[in-house]
Structure formats: structure tokens, C-alpha cells
């Protein structure tokens, strides 16, 4: 069974800094995808940036960019620039790309950015 | 505006009482997914439907029934039988088969049994 890890219960950092956030994951498959989902305070999912395993490019969307290293199932989110809006619950998810395609969610990661 | 919607926002259940909460969408999409929310853990599966008229449970299936009737609607039913239903229940949709397979989530529903 696949397995999502976020080590990380919570996180600061000031305004207009750099943070990372790590998940790790446990899978026997190939063809997956990653994501990172953000639960502000409204607690709307909101999707933040995806991977698919089978490209060797990390994602980048605007100021949000992932590590994605394959052989040792890593997946971190980096968040350039930080602002008061970035503060939020952060998930890590996994799917495999199949016929059930659901996800699977590690625990969160509680984002505070300081003014 | 295209998006999912789930109400009740916030509901509130007697014991020994079944309610339903809604999850509509209007994104033509073909698979929809019910989640738990608990605090301090990540989002648990809890029935899902690929198709119209078909669906199967999830991880943690007790005590919840559903139906898909409608392509856009995706009713979840908690009934009597689900020992702890008090959490945050979140509906999301994918658009099918041989697409980006993302989910997106509607907003919620906080369900609190008094």
C-alpha cells in the first residue's frame, strides 16, 4: 500500500523568504503523480502544483517549485517569496495513475508566514 | 461559474439521525470522490464513482451509503450506523480517463453530531 509522510507538523517563516516543505512517499508502482494541495483557513483544497513521475523536470508554477527526486521517493515544495497569503495547512498527495486514480494524503504541513 | 458546490456548509446530526450531504458540479466531469477530514490527519477516501450509476467504497467505507443517479450530483448519506461521524467532509471531482487526472475540491461541509 502506498504511504504519504509529511515530517514536518508545522512551519514559519517571514515574508518575502524562501521555504521548503518535505513529503516522502512509499510505492512499489512506476506511473504515479504527486501533488501538493493548500487548505487556507477558508479550508478549501486548493491545488498548489503537480508532478507526474515520468518526467525527469520538476514543476514549477509562479513562486511554488517541487524537488521531485524519483529513486528516493522525495517530493518537497518550495515556496520563493513568501507571502501572508501562503500561510495555510499544506498537503502532500499521491496517485496512481490506475482505475481508482484516488488519492492518497499525508498528514499536513501547518504554514505560518510572519509579517 | 464552473465549479463544484457542497451544502450544507455546516450541519448538525442527533444522534440516531441519517443526513445527506450535497456535492454538485457542473465541470462535465465524469469521476466524483467523497472525503473525511479529521484534525491532524490528511484526507481519508471515502466512497468514490467513476461513471454515472456505478461506484465503489473507499478506505473507510462504514456507516456512509451514496448514489449517482446524475452525472453532476453525488449525494453522501452518513447514517446512524458511523460511530464517529463528526468531521469535515470534502467532495471532488476529476474530469475521466486519459485526462490531467487532477481532483479538484468543492468547499466543505462541517457535519457536528450533537
Known amino acids: 500500500a502506498q504511504t504519504v509522510t509529511q515530517s514536518q507538523p508545522e512551519m514559519s517563516v517571514q515574508e518575502a523568504e524562501t521555504v521548503t516543505l518535505s513529503c516522502t512517499y512509499d510505492?512499489?508502482?512506476?506511473?504515479?503523480?504527486l501533488f501538493w494541495y493548500k487548505q487556507p483557513p477558508s479550508r478549501q483544497m486548493i491545488l498548489v502544483i503537480r508532478?507526474?513521475?515520468?518526467?525527469?523536470q520538476n514543476a514549477t508554477e509562479n513562486r511554488f517549485s517541487v524537488n521531485f527526486q524519483k529513486a528516493a521517493k522525495s517530493f518537497s515544495l518550495k515556496i520563493s517569496d513568501s507571502q501572508l497569503g501562503d500561510t495555510a495547512m499544506y498537503f502532500c498527495?499521491?496517485?496512481?495513475?490506475?482505475?481508482?486514480?484516488?488519492?492518497?494524503f499525508g498528514t499536513g504541513t501547518l504554514l505560518a508566514v510572519q509579517p | 461559474d464552473g465549479g463544484i458546490t457542497q451544502s450544507p456548509k455546516y450541519l448538525f446530526r442527533k444522534e440516531g439521525q441519517n443526513v445527506t450531504l450535497s456535492c454538485e458540479q457542473n465541470?462535465?466531469?465524469?469521476?466524483m470522490y467523497w472525503y473525511r477530514q479529521d484534525p491532524g490527519q490528511g484526507l481519508r477516501l471515502i466512497y468514490y464513482?467513476?461513471?454515472?450509476?456505478?461506484?465503489q467504497k473507499g478506505d473507510i467505507a462504514e456507516g456512509y451509503s451514496v448514489s449517482r443517479e446524475k452525472k453532476e450530483s453525488f449525494p453522501l448519506t452518513v447514517t446512524s450506523a458511523q460511530k464517529n461521524p463528526t468531521a469535515f467532509y470534502l467532495c471532488?471531482?476529476?474530469?475521466?480517463?486519459?485526462?490531467?487526472?487532477?481532483?479538484?475540491f468543492g468547499p466543505g461541509t462541517r457535519l457536528t453530531v450533537l
Open positions: 471532488a471531482s476529476r474530469l475521466g480517463p486519459g485526462t490531467t487526472d487532477t481532483q479538484y
Open positions: 510505492t512499489s508502482e512506476s506511473n504515479y503523480y
Open positions: 508532478q507526474e513521475a515520468y518526467k525527469q
Open positions: 498527495a499521491f496517485m496512481n495513475r490506475g482505475a481508482t486514480n484516488k488519492l492518497i
Open positions: 465541470l462535465n466531469h465524469d469521476a
Open positions: 464513482s467513476q461513471i454515472v450509476n456505478d461506484f
